[in-house]
């Protein structure tokens, strides 16, 4: 045999590279391999960057500069099973890093991590999948991806996996997800509540914290609500909260316990089995403060609906609620306070409060907490609503203190309240004039200057409230704080609008508050909003018309009406009718104007500063603006000459003139002693007079400048004032009183004028006369004796209010005015029974003077606008 020849191996082919083997310690030279095509290199090559990302935020870091993330997202979809578990691994742990999250939203790369969530992928890549998509959903922008790319339905599967890592990431997505309302009503349709009530079972408390989380998230909707009492969820709540070994989930079970006693079916399953008592002796006798406050927010949650508040009374809830007043930990009094407030509703707990819940709250509103004298004064202010009891209650414990001091809170709540309850406090006056005396005028300076709507709103309706009295009203006046109310009419919110009104139509009660509001410009401001739509309230006209009042010359130019209780005083003038938001000048400034062709503006004044005179017929004729005419004797003589020649029957004739005047004649003298004789000389005994009148300087102090202004003096109606005192005001019928003072105001002002004579009646020319010597468009009542509609009319409402004679005066057009007087069936005195209610009649001063015109009649319409 030969010997044998060793067989040489053979050579490896050209084209193949030789195995290399290299040590990289550069993560840049790893991260250059993720674009290798070999699947052996790009499994170890992620298996070091996943090593390398563990380390720490820096390294992610590095691998986000270096460039790692990109050539990664697409190993997501490679066919080798061993890279795409590595790739998934690192993203799992790059997630975390913010700067990844974003460039990650930009690659778009959620289609592929949620593919991961394949049943038919391994455990590995389910825990790093769902943990990548766990870090991902903390922000709004991924969690729309998610939702929207189908990530929900996999992620709820997983709450099932047999691995705890899959179950805490996924159930912490959910949490994250379910923050938006679509995807908790998706959440819904996936019957998610199960799956998620199964994990309280679970051994690891983080699994079990993170699913009570999200079921108090998502037991805030209505149906998610009743898939938890369907699916026995209640029960597990409750035996969490027995078992004290889980004592670190109750404070999360409470809060979900608190959102499903809001359902009144759960409510009733839970008062039917004791878990209501056991709650809220849980609560009552728990030493930790966060349970006990968590607690306390599930009563008030619940207390909202009626039928939970009985459940509840009938549960003693309100011993509970008192006993967590006492807490030494402010969250815990502040829950207590709220569920207080919202137990209120319920009439019994408002009774039970009264004894043993006020005096606590009063206390907590001494708090140097501002949260908790907020909430102690939200309280307070429920319970004070409407229950007269418990604002005795209230004052007795000595609250009034406390909550004038909560006036100047730092917390607008509180501010809020504490007015609410001394508005509900000053409803009783005993309690109104406490608070007066503890200058609560003063403290609400502060919150009136408010730039909260809430608290200007409370404040004001506070002031209106307490500012029922003239001590009050001027105390406030002084202290400045009516410009803040009237600066509150300028705001944009209605109730806060409303609510100053109101105030202003309080404190317009007397005349110098009303006059330094005017002085503030409310009237102004008030007309302004009434003239719109929008803004004007009830308030706003009544306070409007309550200013009114006190500028009676206004009111009546404005609405042409003015009523029985608004007495013309000396100075009241009629300038006419004027438009809305049109500004009536003072008369001061209408005095000092040049006569113009525009209508006379009537002046009633009573105040004569007189020089005494001998006798009437010497008397001086100054009837000018500021000049005495006649002394108080002079009056009295004049007076009494009338009375003496039977001014007790207006129907008399008196021949002879009075004080100066051209003295009316009787219905006889006027139709046969009317000759052109008569009448010659009676004009130039008015040329006469007339021309000493011009003589008169229209002011008083004219030439003397330091004189202070007066208005036009009217020593005419001083007599007119004097006689009807003297003559009408001993006449016991009111009805006959009516009557002679009309025809007394027919007389003075030119008699009875037929209405086929009226357009006859020169009374014009005689108004211009006047105006022309007196150089002035104001015109002293008295002076006029030609006078027709609205002369007559004002003249008798000056002097029918001097002698208490009832009567409204109302302004129609084309120069009609007229008066309207309500009077008793005089028939019906005596007769036992309720008396109809009294007729209002239009008192006829032109055609037939002293007639009684019934209102709403065919004859009441001719005279008013014929």
């Given at each position: 045999m030969g010997k044998k020849i060793k067989k040489e191996s053979e050579p490896p082919p050209k084209d193949v590279f030789d195995p290399l083997t290299i040590e990289s310690k550069k993560a840049a030279t790893v991260v250059l391999m993720l674009n290798s095509p070999e699947e052996e290199i790009l499994a170890k090559a992620c298996e070091a960057i996943y090593r390398f990302a563990l380390k720490g935020e820096e390294n992610k870091a590095t691998l986000l500069e270096l460039g790692a993330v990109e050539p990664l997202t697409k190993l997501?979809?490679?066919?080798?099973?061993?890279?795409?578990?590595?790739?998934?691994?690192?993203?799992?742990?790059?997630?975390?890093?913010?700067?990844?999250?974003?460039?990650?939203?930009?690659?778009?790369?959620?289609?592929?991590?949620?593919?991961?969530?394949?049943?038919?992928?391994?455990?590995?890549?389910?825990?790093?999948?769902?943990?990548?998509?766990?870090?991902?959903?903390?922000e709004y922008t991924s969690k729309v991806q998610i939702f929207e790319q189908g990530g929900l339905e996999p992620l709820i599967r997983l709450l099932s996996s047999p691995d705890p890592d899959v179950k805490k990431n996924s159930i912490e997505c959910i949490y994250n997800l379910v923050q938006d309302f679509q995807c908790?009503?998706?959440?819904?349709?996936?019957?998610?509540?199960?799956?998620?009530?199964?994990?309280?079972?679970?051994?690891?408390?983080?699994?079990?914290?993170l699913a009570l989380k999200t079921l108090d998230v998502i037991t805030n909707d209505k149906e998610c609500?009743?898939?938890?009492?369907?699916?026995?969820?209640?029960?597990?709540?409750?035996?969490?909260?027995?078992?004290?070994?889980?004592?670190?989930?109750?404070?999360?079970?409470?809060?979900?316990?608190?959102?499903?006693?809001?359902?009144?079916?759960?409510?009733?399953?839970?008062?039917?089995?004791g878990g209501l008592k056991k709650l809220l002796s849980f609560a009552e006798n728990s030493t930790i403060p966060d349970i006990q406050k968590n607690a306390a927010r599930a009563i008030t949650k619940a207390a909202y609906d009626p039928e939970n508040r009985k459940l509840f009374h009938e549960q003693e809830v309100e011993k509970c609620l008192v006993t967590l007043l006492g807490s030494e930990n402010d969250g815990t009094k502040i829950a207590a306070s709220q569920a207080i407030s919202a137990m209120c509703e319920n009439s019994g707990s408002k009774e039970f409060f009264n004894n043993q819940g006020i005096p606590q709250l009063i206390q907590l509103l001494k708090s140097d907490n501002e949260e908790v004298r907020e909430a102690s004064a939200l309280a307070l202010a429920n319970l004070t609503t409407c229950n007269p009891a418990n604002a005795n209650a209230a004052a007795e414990g000595d609250g009034i203190d406390a909550l004038i001091n909560a006036l100047s809170s730092k917390r607008d709540g509180a501010i809020a309240n504490a007015a609410t309850v001394l508005t509900n406090m000053a409803m009783q006056e005993s309690l109104r004039l406490s608070i007066q005396s503890h200058d609560v005028m003063h403290a609400l300076l502060s919150p009136l200057h408010s730039a909260n709507t809430v608290v200007q709103s409370k404040a004001a309706l506070t002031v209106a409230a307490t500012a029922c009295d003239v001590e009050a009203r001027t105390e406030l006046r002084n202290s400045g704080g009516l410009e803040p109310l009237v600066e509150l009419l300028h705001s944009k919110n209605d109730e806060v609008r409303r609510h100053a009104s109101w105030a202003i139509m309080v404190c317009a009660s007397d005349e110098p508050t009303a006059a330094e509001l005017?002085?503030?410009?409310?009237?102004?401001?008030?007309?302004?909003?009434?003239?719109?739509?929008?803004?004007?309230?009830?308030?706003?006209?009544?306070?409007?018309?309550?200013?009114?009042?006190?500028?009676?010359?206004?009111?009546?130019?404005?609405?042409?009406y003015l009523s029985s209780s608004n007495i013309i005083t000396d100075g009241v003038y009629d300038y006419g009718r004027i438009n809305p938001g049109t500004k009536l000048l003072p008369l001061k400034d209408l005095c000092l104007q040049e006569p113009s062709d525009r209508r006379a503006i009537l002046l009633v004044n009573s105040k004569c500063d007189a020089s005494p005179t001998p006798s009437m017929e010497d008397k001086s004729s100054d009837v000018g603006y500021g000049r005495s005419i006649s002394s108080s004797s002079s009056l009295r003589r004049a007076s009494k000459e009338k009375t003496n020649a039977g001014f007790g029957s207006p129907t008399e004739e008196k021949s002879e003139p009075t004080s100066g005047r051209n003295t009316a004649l009787s219905k006889s003298a006027t139709k046969e002693k009317g000759s052109r004789k008569g009448?010659?000389?009676?004009?130039?005994?008015?040329?006469?007079?007339?021309?000493?009148?011009?003589?008169?300087?229209?002011?008083?102090?004219?030439?003397?400048?330091?004189?202070?202004?007066?208005?036009?003096?009217?020593?005419?109606?001083?007599?007119?004032?004097?006689?009807?005192?003297?003559?009408?005001?001993?006449?016991?019928?009111?009805?006959?009183?009516?009557?002679?003072?009309?025809?007394?105001?027919?007389?003075?002002m030119g008699g009875k004028i037929p209405k086929e004579k009226l357009h006859d009646f020169s009374w014009e020319l005689h108004i211009s006369e006047l105006k022309f010597q007196l150089k002035s468009?104001?015109?002293?009542?008295?002076?006029?004796?030609?006078?027709?509609?609205?002369?007559?009319?004002?003249?008798?409402?000056?002097?029918?209010?001097?002698?208490?004679?009832?009567?409204?005066?109302?302004?129609?057009?084309?120069?009609?005015?007229?008066?309207?007087?309500?009077?008793?069936?005089?028939?019906?005195?005596?007769?036992?029974?309720?008396?109809?209610?009294?007729?209002?009649?239009?008192?006829?001063?032109?055609?037939?003077?002293?007639?009684?015109?019934?209102?709403?009649?065919?004859?009441?319409?001719?005279?008013?606008?014929?």
């Open positions: 997501l979809n490679h066919e080798d099973k061993i890279v795409r578990r590595n790739a998934t691994m690192i993203f799992g742990i790059l997630a975390s890093n913010n700067d990844v999250k974003k460039l990650l939203r930009e690659l778009d790369v959620m289609n592929s991590v949620i593919a991961q969530l394949a049943a038919e992928e391994e455990v590995v890549i389910h825990e790093f999948a769902s943990l990548c998509l766990a870090n991902m959903s903390a908790r009503a998706t959440l819904q349709e996936l019957n998610a509540i199960p799956p998620i009530l199964d994990l309280l079972k679970s051994e690891y408390p983080i699994i079990q914290l609500r009743a898939m938890l009492r369907d699916s026995q969820g209640v029960d597990h709540l409750i035996k969490i909260l027995e078992t004290k070994e889980l004592s670190d989930l109750h404070i999360e079970a409470l809060s979900v316990l608190a959102n499903c006693l809001e359902d009144m079916d759960t409510m009733v399953m839970i008062q039917q089995t005017c002085r503030l410009g409310a009237l102004d401001i008030l007309e302004e909003i009434n003239l719109s739509v929008s803004r004007k309230n009830k308030f706003s006209e009544a306070a409007h018309n309550k200013l009114l009042n006190h500028h009676l010359s206004l009111k009546y130019s404005q609405t042409g009448r010659v000389k009676k004009e130039e005994e008015k040329v006469k007079e007339e021309e000493e009148v011009a003589v008169a300087p229209k002011l008083t102090g004219e030439g003397s400048p330091d004189k202070e202004w007066l208005p036009p003096s009217d020593p005419d109606f001083c007599v007119y004032v004097y006689e009807v005192t003297r003559s009408i005001l001993p006449i016991t019928s009111i009805k006959e009183q009516v009557e002679v003072l009309a025809k007394y105001v027919a007389e003075k468009n104001v015109v002293p009542i008295g002076l006029i004796k030609k006078g027709i509609f609205y002369h007559r009319a004002l003249l008798f409402k000056a002097l029918a209010d001097r002698i208490g004679i009832g009567c409204s005066l109302v302004r129609g057009e084309y120069g009609r005015a007229w008066n309207e007087v309500k009077l008793m069936n005089e028939s019906r005195k005596g007769v036992i029974g309720a008396l109809p209610p009294p007729e209002t009649y239009i008192v006829d001063l032109m055609f037939h003077p002293g007639a009684l015109i019934k209102l709403r009649s065919r004859e009441a319409d001719l005279y008013r606008f014929l």
